[in-house]
């Protein structure tokens, strides 16, 4: 089955993929080319590889998966969610071109859309592998865990891979987790697989529920503190009413944009820029984590240690 997908005006596939995924680190389980983005994505209870194409930025995206597995509306329903294309970028856009310290990028991310995992289960257990190391680490990382677990299937010349499910992470053991570079973490994951896997947890039962509610859930759980709860928002449940500004990647982006001596800011700071863009200033948030992953600053924004958590999620390892 081919067929095309409705996108927004100047829609750029891969600049909203690559923000989230290396080119040069994968499957996670996401594999991109030139001119294309795959992988396989749960629908309707099935497991269907599908293949996204884009010849450049702003043209008709065409989509491929193999027509008797779905129904097509099913499969239209599944990438809106995770290529964000309902998503209004407007008032965030507005934002940027009318700030003298951001309007350089105005036109570099105006085709971006929020790209989200393609479940809050697999959103959260990227997260917590994030926790405290660089972006491409945890990258690298998820690529290991794939590459050891993940179903694949060729399909138009091309290996595509799954997320691994609950039973799958289960299957290797917690030395088996440890053996990937997880390290403490390893617990965090494996106790969430548990939880799922049991039915003591239903994660994608969040989808819709205020950050608050979803905070209440989660927290409890050791290893998950503000950090993981506000990313995951944005990576996994599309909740872009808030972000992680106490990320020490973003504290640092912003200190090199709107500090003279380009030193990391506060948590305080930050919020107080973002507070004047507006409602929207999540997602001004998220476009500009995203030229700074995809280097749309140069070396004047580029993060060079990012760490992807917070102090307080750090100090939830032992308790």
Same mark, same amino acid.
């Given at each position: 089955?081919?067929?095309?997908? $409705?996108?927004?005006?100047?829609?750029?596939?891969?600049?909203? *993929?690559?923000?989230?995924?290396?080119?040069?680190?994968?499957?996670?389980?996401?594999?991109?080319?030139?001119?294309?983005? &795959?992988?396989?994505?749960?629908?309707?209870?099935?497991?269907?590889?599908?293949?996204?194409?884009?010849?450049?930025?702003?043209?008709?995206?065409?989509?491929?998966?193999?027509?008797?597995?779905?129904?097509?509306?099913?499969?239209?329903?599944?990438?809106?969610? *995770?290529?964000?294309?309902?998503?209004?970028?407007?008032? &965030?856009?507005?934002?940027?071109?009318?700030?003298? #310290?951001?309007?350089?990028?105005?036109?570099? *991310?105006?085709?971006?859309?929020?790209?989200?995992?393609?479940?809050?289960?697999?959103?959260?257990?990227?997260?917590?592998?994030? #926790? #405290?190391?660089?972006?491409? &680490?945890?990258?690298?990382?998820?690529?290991?865990? *794939?590459?050891?677990?993940?179903?694949?299937?060729?399909?138009?010349?091309?290996?595509?891979?799954?997320?691994?499910?609950?039973? $799958?992470?289960?299957?290797?053991?917690? $030395?088996?987790?440890?053996?990937?570079?997880?390290?403490?973490?390893?617990?965090?994951?494996?106790?969430?697989?548990?939880?799922?896997?049991?039915?003591? @947890?239903?994660?994608?039962?969040?989808?819709?529920?205020?950050?608050? $509610?979803?905070?209440?859930?989660?927290?409890? @759980?050791?290893?998950?503190?503000?950090?993981?709860?506000?990313?995951?928002?944005?990576?996994?449940?599309?909740?872009?009413?808030?972000?992680?500004?106490?990320?020490?990647?973003?504290?640092?982006?912003?200190?090199?944009?709107?500090?003279?001596?380009?030193?990391?800011?506060?948590?305080?700071?930050?919020?107080?820029?973002?507070?004047?863009?507006?409602?929207?200033?999540?997602?001004?948030?998220?476009?500009?984590?995203?030229?700074?992953?995809?280097?749309?600053?140069?070396?004047?924004?580029? #993060?060079?240690?990012?760490?992807?958590?917070?102090?307080?999620?750090?100090?939830?390892?032992?308790?």
């Amino acid at each position: 089955m081919l067929f095309e997908l $409705e996108t927004p005006r100047q829609y750029n596939l891969l600049a909203s *993929v690559h923000s989230w995924i290396y080119p040069d680190i994968q499957p996670v389980p996401e594999t991109t080319g030139a001119t294309f983005f &795959a992988r396989m994505y749960e629908i309707n209870d099935q497991l269907v590889p599908i293949i996204i194409e884009q010849a450049r930025p702003g043209s008709t995206v065409h989509v491929k998966y193999p027509s008797k597995e779905v129904p097509v509306e099913s499969v239209k329903a599944k990438l809106s969610e *995770v290529l964000g294309l309902t998503v209004k970028m407007t008032g &965030a856009l507005r934002a940027i071109r009318r700030s003298p #310290q951001l309007c350089r990028i105005a036109s570099q *991310v105006s085709g971006i859309r929020p790209y989200l995992s393609a479940s809050v289960y697999e959103g959260l257990i990227k997260t917590i592998i994030q #926790q #405290q190391i660089s972006y491409r &680490a945890a990258n690298a990382l998820t690529r290991r865990m *794939v590459l050891e677990l993940s179903r694949k299937r060729l399909f138009e010349g091309l290996t595509l891979y799954s997320f691994p499910t609950p039973a $799958e992470i289960l299957s290797l053991g917690l $030395e088996g987790l440890r053996s990937l570079g997880l390290g403490y973490k390893s617990e965090y994951v494996h106790r969430i697989v548990e939880l799922l896997h049991d039915g003591t @947890l239903s994660l994608e039962e969040l989808k819709g529920k205020s950050h608050d $509610e979803v905070r209440a859930t989660l927290v409890p @759980l050791r290893g998950i503190g503000p950090w993981t709860v506000r990313t995951l928002s944005i990576a996994g449940l599309g909740d872009y009413t808030v972000f992680p500004i106490d990320d020490f990647g973003v504290r640092n982006l912003m200190g090199r944009l709107y500090s003279k001596n380009r030193k990391r800011m506060t948590t305080n700071q930050v919020e107080d820029i973002a507070l004047a863009w507006g409602n929207d200033w999540p997602l001004v948030m998220y476009l500009l984590m995203c030229a700074d992953v995809l280097g749309y600053f140069g070396e004047e924004g580029r #993060q060079q240690t990012h760490k992807r958590a917070s102090r307080d999620d750090a100090k939830r390892k032992s308790g």
